[in-house]
C-alpha cells in the first residue's frame, strides 16, 4: 500500500492511498467466497463454486465493491498510522479508482483520498519554566477535632429528646407532597439528620423547633420526578425527636475505633490524615492552574470543523435549532475544552502515560457508586455508549498533569516549596520525562501580491529551491530539528539531505515525537 498526505492547513490533511490490485488480490478473495456462502449456483454447494464460476454469476464488479467495503477502514486506519497524523472528525473519503482484477498482468489499483480534520503539530512548554502558587498547609487543633467528632459520630448512639429539635437531630418523619389536590409526592417512617440538607429546600428551617407529633407545612420546589421544579405544599408529620449521643474520647474508645491503645495516639494518626488530606486539596487548585499557563504558552490552531460538530450535537441534544444564539455563546467554552484536550494528549503521549485496565476498573466502579448504580449495568451502559474510551483518555490527561506537576515549581502562599512527590507519590513505572525543545519561531508570511499566473509559476520555482538553501544552511549549523516541523516538511528536508544528514534526524526524531510517519519513511 503507498499513502502520500498533503496538509491542506495546520489542522486539515488529504491522505491519497493506492493499493495495487496484486496486495488486493486476498481481500478479493477473501470477499468473493463470502459471497459464495450467500449465493445457490446450480452444480454446486454453498461456498464451493470456483471464483471463475461466481464471478460468471455475480459480476466481478460486485466482489471488488464487497471487498472495497469490507476492507476501506482498515486502509485508512493504516494509511493515518504511517502518514503520523491523528484525525479529529469523520473522513471524508472519495474513491477515484478500483481495480480490475484482470489476472496476474493487471496493473490497476484501488485509489481512494481521505480529506479530514487532524491534530495540529503542538510544541509542548516545559512544565519546569513554570512556578504554581498553592494555599498553604496548616492542621489546627480544631481540624483534629473534627476528624475525631466524625469518628465519634460513627459510634454514637440515638436516646429520645422530649425536646425542641436541633440541627444534628435525627427526626423519624412522614412527609406528603401535593401541588392542588394532587398527592404528588409521599414517604413514611423517615429518618432523617436536620442539617444534612438533602432532601427539600426549607425542610431544615421547617423541622427546627418541631417536637414529637408536631406537623410542620411549608412550600417547596421538588427535586426530582415528572414535577421537577414546580412548587408543592408540603406537609411534615414528626414522629419522634432523637439526639446523637457520642462516646467519650478516652483511651477505651480510642481500644475500640482505632488500632491504637491511647486517645493521644489517636489524634497524632487522625492528624497525620488531616495533613495528608490537605495537601490532596492544596494540588487540586494547582492542577488548573499550571494547565492555564502550558495551554497559555502553546500557541496552536484549532480544528473549525470539530467545533462546530460539537456545537451542532449540543444544539441538537437540547432539541435546539442549528442556527441557535446559543451555539455562539457556548463557543469559547468549547474552544477552551478542545484546547486543553489536545494539549494534554500530547503530554500524555510524551510522558508515555498508561491507564491500567485495573485502574480503568476501579474508575467505572467509583463512577458507579456516585450514581448509585450496580457497577456492572454502569459498565454496560457506557460501552454501549461508546464512553469508554473517553474515561480512558481523561485518565490519562489527569496523569499527563500529575506528570507535568512533578516537574512544575510548587509552592504556598508563604513562598515554601510544595514535595508534589510526597503528595502525589513517585512516578508510575513506564513513565518518561521527555525532552522539550525550545519554541519554534514562527516568520510572519509577507502578504501576497497580486501578480498575472505566468509570473506566479516564474517565481515558484526559485523560490522552493531558496527555502531549501535555507533548511541545508540550518541543517549545517547543526540547528535543524524536525519537531519543529510538520511530518511533510521534514519529509522533503530529508530528501534533500545526505545520509548523515538524514540518520540524525531520524535519530531526532526517535528522540523526540517519534512520528510513525516520518520514522518509517527514514528506514526505508
Known amino acids: 500500500m503507498k499513502q502520500n498526505v498533503e496538509h491542506l492547513s495546520e489542522t486539515r490533511a488529504k491522505l491519497s492511498v493506492e493499493v495495487s490490485a496484486k496486495d488486493f488480490e486476498p481481500e478479493y478473495d477473501k470477499a468473493a467466497k463470502e459471497i459464495a456462502k450467500q449465493v445457490d449456483i446450480p452444480g454446486f454447494r454453498r461456498g464451493k463454486a ?3 464460476v461466481l464471478e460468471s454469476k455475480v459480476g466481478r464488479g460486485f466482489i471488488i465493491e464487497q471487498a472495497v467495503n469490507d476492507n476501506l477502514d482498515r486502509y485508512y486506519q493504516e494509511a493515518v498510522a504511517e502518514a503520523g497524523i491523528v484525525p479529529m472528525s469523520r473522513p471524508e473519503v472519495a474513491i477515484d479508482e478500483v481495480p480490475k482484477m484482470a ?23 516545559n512544565p519546569a519554566d513554570f512556578e504554581v502558587e498553592v494555599p498553604a498547609v496548616e492542621v489546627t487543633d480544631d481540624d483534629v477535632q473534627a476528624e475525631l467528632d466524625a469518628l465519634r459520630e460513627r459510634f454514637s448512639t440515638l436516646t429520645n429528646v422530649d425536646r425542641a429539635a436541633k440541627e444534628g437531630d435525627y427526626v423519624n418523619i412522614d412527609m406528603v407532597a401535593k ?23 426549607g425542610q431544615d428551617e421547617a423541622l427546627t423547633g418541631a417536637k414529637a407529633d408536631d406537623v410542620v407545612e411549608f412550600k417547596a420546589k421538588l427535586a426530582g420526578g415528572e414535577h421537577e421544579g414546580e412548587e408543592a405544599d408540603v406537609t ?38 488531616a495533613t495528608k488530606a490537605k495537601a490532596n486539596s492544596q494540588l487540586s487548585g494547582a ?30 441534544n437540547e432539541g435546539r435549532e442549528a442556527d441557535d444564539e446559543h451555539g455562539e455563546e457556548i463557543r469559547p467554552d468549547v474552544e477552551e475544552a478542545l484546547r486543553n484536550q489536545l494539549l494534554l494528549d500530547t503530554y500524555a503521549e510524551a510522558f508515555k502515560v498508561e491507564v491500567s485496565q485495573q485502574e480503568l476498573l476501579d474508575f467505572l466502579i467509583t463512577q458507579a457508586q456516585m450514581y448509585g448504580m450496580d457497577p456492572n449495568q ?13 474515561f480512558a483518555g481523561e485518565m490519562a490527561r489527569n496523569k499527563a498533569v500529575m506528570a507535568a506537576l512533578r516537574l512544575a515549581k510548587v509552592k504556598d502562599e508563604n513562598g ?12 508510575p513505572e513506564g513513565e518518561v520525562v521527555p525532552e522539550f525543545t525550545e519554541k519554534p519561531k514562527k516568520t510572519a508570511k509577507p502578504k501576497a501580491e497580486t501578480k498575472p499566473k505566468a509570473a506566479k509559476k516564474a517565481e515558484a520555482k526559485p523560490k522552493k529551491a531558496e527555502e531549501k538553501a535555507d533548511e541545508l544552511e540550518e541543517s549545517a549549523n547543526g540547528e535543524f530539528d524536525p519537531s519543529a516541523h510538520t511530518v511533510g516538511e521534514v519529509l522533503e528536508y530529508a530528501e534533500n539531505a545526505d545520509d548523515a544528514e ?23
Open 378 to 390: 454502569f459498565v454496560q451502559a457506557a460501552a454501549q455508549a461508546g464512553q469508554i474510551n473517553a
Open 416 to 427: 515554601n516549596v510544595v514535595d508534589v512527590d510526597e503528595i502525589l507519590g513517585e512516578k
Open 287 to 316: 492542577y488548573d492552574a499550571l494547565v492555564s499557563q502550558l495551554v497559555e504558552a502553546s500557541d496552536f490552531p484549532l480544528p473549525q470543523g470539530v467545533i462546530d460538530d460539537e456545537i451542532a450535537n449540543h444544539l441538537r
Open 236 to 273: 411534615i408529620t414528626v414522629h419522634s425527636v432523637k439526639e446523637s449521643v457520642l462516646p467519650d474520647a478516652d483511651d477505651d474508645f480510642a481500644m475500640m475505633a482505632s488500632e491504637f491503645d491511647t486517645i493521644d495516639e489517636l489524634k497524632e494518626d487522625l492528624r497525620e490524615q
Open 179 to 201: 401541588i392542588g389536590d394532587e398527592n404528588v409526592d409521599d414517604v413514611a417512617g423517615v429518618s432523617y439528620r436536620i442539617g444534612d440538607n438533602t432532601m427539600l429546600e
Open 502 to 524: 538524514k540518520a540524525r534526524v531520524l535519530e531526532a526524531e526517535k528522540a523526540g515525537k517519534a512520528r510513525k510517519g516520518i520514522v518509517s519513511k527514514l528506514e526505508s
Open 50 to 52: 470456483p471464483r471463475r
Open 103 to 125: 489476472g496476474k498482468d493487471d496493473e490497476s489499483a484501488l485509489k481512494f483520498t481521505v480529506e479530514v480534520d487532524v491534530r495540529p503539530e503542538i510544541w509542548m512548554p
